[in-house]
Every structure is written in structure tokens, then in C-alpha cells.
């Protein structure tokens, strides 16, 4: 069965760091971009960005760049979205997705979610 | 403010057939991106419904429709059931932003 599972939830106070996971199985990890999703309380979906699990290569949405980093270790399928500083906003629900390229025009759907991660910051 | 809109919510009656919205511009939608659409029970991991505007995965039913037209799409439910209650998002490729980007969901409520 192919499943991304994630780390479970986090509770941490403004200023910690943080590194969550998501656990690919079931399809060869490397030949899919693994998204990060957020979705703060009470709202919607987010896209955050990516990352490729071949090449660690990274993209971020603007509004996610410079504040998270991602990595990834493929002798372990997982891929990771990490804080160096978390913030009271940083509150919200984690998603991994793997990216699934359906055609030659780089179109881009979200196949398969991790079941997420609630990530609490508060002193 | 999401870049794809959505309408925050819509209803029906059992049997019923429902439409979602989503509305976008000449950078996303507009252009040769495609849409695809969401289904999210809250604290629950969201399933791809539909992808490429208007192809479901193996095992989503047929009740589930996509299409798109222009700058917009929209997600057709028909023959609408009580498990069918749950958020809906689109999403799609800003050319613009460089970024994927989703609508703001839609609460799908069945009477």
C-alpha cells in the first residue's frame, strides 16, 4: 500500500525548534516531490512547498521562505519539515502530499496525504 | 485572501446534485494549468477527487465530476449522500506566484 505516515503531534513554546516527519512506503520514494501543506485552525489549505527526495532540491512559497527548511533522508523514506524558531502562528496542522505528475505539461495533483501533524507553539 | 475563490459554503438534499466553484485568473486557471479537487474531513488526510480538471482517481465514484471553463471550474456531485458532508478544495499552478496554490474550501452540508 502506497502511504506517507507523519510524526506525531507536537506541543513546543516560541523560540523552540522543531523537525517533523513523513514517512514514504509502498512506491520509490525518489521519483516523487513530497509538498508540505499547512492548515492553520480553523482555515484552509495552505501549499508551503516542496521538495524533490532525489536532489533535496527545494522550492518555497514565498510566504514560507526563510522560516522552514525542508530535507530529506531516503535510506529512511522521510522526508522532513523543520523550525529553527517556532512561533505562537507557526500553531496549525502539518500535511505531507506526494506530488503526481499525470501528463508532459508539469501539471501537478497531490496523490497521497500523510494523516498530519498538529504542530502547538505557545508558552 | 486565496488566489483561487471558492464559495465558503454550500448545501443539499440527499439526491440532489451540488456544484463547487472555483474561480481563478489568467495566471492559473486562465492558462494551461489544470484543477483538482479535494475532498477533507476535518483531521482527516485530504483525497484527491479529481485531477487534470476532469479525471478521477481509480476509486473515487462517478458521482464526482470536474470540468473547466475560461478562468473558472467547478466540481459537479450528483445523487448527493449524507457521507459526501465534509470541505472541498481546488487547487491549481500560478504562473505568476511560481507556487501551487489552493482555493479557500467550500463546507459542503448535505440537509
Known amino acids: 500500500e502506497v502511504q506517507l505516515v507523519q510524526s506525531g503531534a507536537e506541543v513546543k513554546k516560541p523560540g523552540e525548534s522543531l523537525r517533523i516527519s513523513c514517512k514514504g512506503s509502498?512506491?520509490?520514494?525518489?521519483?516523487?516531490?513530497i509538498s508540505w501543506v499547512r492548515q492553520m485552525p480553523g482555515k484552509g489549505l495552505e501549499w508551503m512547498g516542496k521538495?524533490?527526495?532525489?536532489?533535496?532540491?527545494?522550492n518555497f512559497s514565498p510566504s514560507f521562505q526563510g522560516h522552514v527548511t525542508f530535507s530529506v533522508d531516503t535510506s529512511i523514506t522521510t522526508a522532513y519539515l523543520q523550525w529553527s524558531s517556532l512561533k505562537a502562528s507557526d500553531t496549525a496542522l502539518y500535511f505531507c502530499a506526494r506530488g503526481f505528475y499525470y501528463d508532459t505539461s508539469g501539471n501537478e495533483a497531490f496523490d497521497i496525504w500523510g494523516q498530519g501533524t498538529m504542530v502547538t507553539v505557545s508558552s | 485572501q486565496s488566489v483561487l475563490t471558492q464559495p465558503p459554503s454550500v448545501s443539499g438534499a440527499p439526491g440532489e446534485r451540488v456544484t463547487i466553484s472555483c474561480t481563478g485568473s489568467?495566471?492559473?486557471?486562465?492558462?494551461?494549468?489544470?484543477v483538482h479537487w479535494y475532498q477533507h474531513f476535518p483531521g482527516k488526510a485530504p483525497k484527491l477527487l479529481i485531477y487534470g480538471s476532469t479525471n478521477r482517481p481509480s476509486g473515487v465514484p462517478d458521482r464526482f465530476s470536474g470540468s473547466k471553463s475560461g478562468t473558472s471550474a467547478s466540481l459537479a456531485i450528483t445523487g448527493l449522500q449524507a457521507e459526501d458532508e465534509a470541505d472541498y478544495y481546488c487547487q491549481s499552478y500560478d504562473s505568476r506566484l511560481s507556487d501551487s496554490v489552493f482555493g479557500g474550501g467550500t463546507k459542503l452540508t448535505v440537509l
Open positions: 521538495i524533490d527526495p532525489s536532489d533535496s532540491y527545494s
Open positions: 489568467s495566471s492559473n486557471i486562465g492558462t494551461s494549468h489544470d
Open positions: 509502498g512506491y520509490s520514494f525518489t521519483t516523487h516531490w
